[in-house]
């Protein structure tokens, strides 16, 4: 399994560059799976579906499933906060890649993705982590870097990058466990 991150400041681009890359990755025959952090109180379900009523009722976890997905929802008695690495974990192992957005401080390799229009600051020279920069504006960027520097508005170049340097984003759970 294949761990990315994407880091940047809401509005950068970190969510139409997610979906931009799965079907390239899909096109190369690669399983990918995604990990978001939400920031707010979200919820996937609907007020009067079964699932919703089960959760309105007590239920720990609901499973739901179709022969064509399924889903899993769990409700924590108190607020929790779960790693990138607990979130994985949950993830099957078969997958190709993941590719993970937000969690903008965690441990795992990642690309920034920077808009200069933004007007957010850069965080490559202060994320050990960052392994390549994704933007639309390069000759804006603050800072001279070493960091390879991509356009972030070509998905398949992206692509082809980072099944280029798939080793550097190789992922074993045990290592975080």
């Known amino acids: 399994m294949k761990v990315v991150g994407f880091a940047g400041y809401s509005g950068s681009g970190k969510t139409t560059l997610v979906e931009r890359l799965i079907p390239e990755f899909r096109l190369k025959g690669l399983r990918v799976s995604v990990v978001k952090h939400a920031h707010h109180r979200f919820d996937i379900d609907h007020v009067g579906k079964d699932t919703y009523r089960h ?47 937000g969690f903008k401080d965690s441990d795992l390799r ?53 099944t280029a340097n798939a080793t550097r984003f190789d992922y074993r759970l045990e290592t975080f466990a």
């Open 55 to 101: 959760r309105e009722a007590g239920a720990f976890e609901v499973v739901v499933a179709s022969d064509r997905r399924l889903a899993l929802m769990r409700e924590f008695e108190q607020p929790m906060q779960l790693s990138v690495h607990q979130l994985i974990a949950e993830l099957d192992d078969g997958v190709d890649w993941v590719l993970v957005e």
């Open 110 to 162: 990642k690309i920034e993705v920077w808009r200069a229009q933004s007007g957010k600051p850069t965080r490559y020279l202060d994320d050990d982590f960052i392994v390549a920069i994704a933007t639309d504006s390069p000759e804006q960027l603050p800072h001279v870097t070493q960091l390879p520097v991509l356009d972030l508005n070509d998905a398949a170049a992206l692509g082809n990058w980072l």
